[in-house]
């Protein structure tokens, strides 16, 4: 059985101040982590994946997720926030056989 | 490389009618998604397909809901007859298969997005 909770519904930052989105997650096996980004009426966009070489992952956009086997948590992170970050973003899981679990989703807002 | 491709992008419907929704995966990706997401459920995966076989359909709502890979670019996803509460976007995504490690990376569609009046 494998599971994710994403700690936030909704988080708000100031433009140029640093971005936490909270992912934690539960499996049986040896899970693959990744985060997604999905802008407004738009698809979904693979940001970074966790595979288990580093556990500091870096991804486009600025955006790193650190990866944390003690803790269970898989957080994404970014120093500075731009505008154009505003979008909802997704902690995924994969515990093996391609079968996945999405996170409920983070709407991040940027405030100008 | 076009990315996963998917029609129509958006789709306007009555109660009743059948709807047929088409994917067209990345070449050379041997694993294939439909996935239905809503405000209320969220992100939800309906059936997923390797080498164009169906994998697990546990997802599947019901037997309004089918889905085919008659080959491997082409995938349909179709409701019939279709009910209001079936309104969503509805994302196709494709997989290659895994890389070193085990990691299985998607690849997701523009989605279409389905309102049934």
């Known amino acids: 059985a494998q599971s994710v909770t994403q700690l936030d519904s909704h988080v708000s930052v100031s433009e140029g101040t640093p971005v936490l989105l909270r992912c934690n997650y539960s499996?049986?096996?040896?899970?693959?982590l990744f985060w997604y980004v999905q802008h407004p009426n738009k698809g979904l966009q693979l940001l970074l994946k966790?595979?288990?070489?580093?556990?500091l992952v870096k991804g486009i956009n600025g955006f790193e997720a650190e990866f944390k086997k003690s803790e269970t948590s898989f957080h994404l992170t970014k120093p500075s926030a731009h505008m154009s970050d505003a979008a909802e973003y997704f902690c995924?899981?994969?515990?093996?056989?391609?079968?996945?679990?999405f996170g409920i989703g983070t709407k991040l807002q940027v405030i100008p | 490389d076009a990315g996963v491709i998917q029609s129509p992008r958006h789709e306007v419907t009555e109660m009743g009618q059948e709807v047929t929704l088409r994917c067209k995966p990345i070449?050379?990706?041997?694993?294939l998604f439909w996935y239905r997401q809503t405000m209320m459920r969220g992100l939800e995966l309906l059936i997923y397909?390797?080498?164009?076989?169906?994998?697990?359909d546990s997802g599947m709502p019901e037997d309004r809901f089918s889905a085919k890979m008659p080959n491997a670019s082409f995938s349909t996803l179709k409701i019939q007859p279709s009910e209001p509460r079936d309104s969503a976007v509805y994302f196709c995504?494709?997989?290659?298969?895994?890389?070193?490690?085990?990691?299985?990376?998607?690849?997701f569609g523009p989605g279409t997005r389905l309102t049934v009046l």
């Open positions: 995504a494709s997989s290659p298969v895994a890389t070193s490690g085990g990691v299985y990376t998607q690849y």
């Open positions: 499996s049986s096996y040896s899970p693959s």
């Open positions: 966790y595979t288990s070489a580093a556990t």
């Open positions: 995924v899981v994969s515990g093996g056989y391609q079968k996945v679990t």
């Open positions: 070449s050379g990706h041997d694993y």
């Open positions: 397909f390797n080498n164009n076989v169906p994998i697990d």
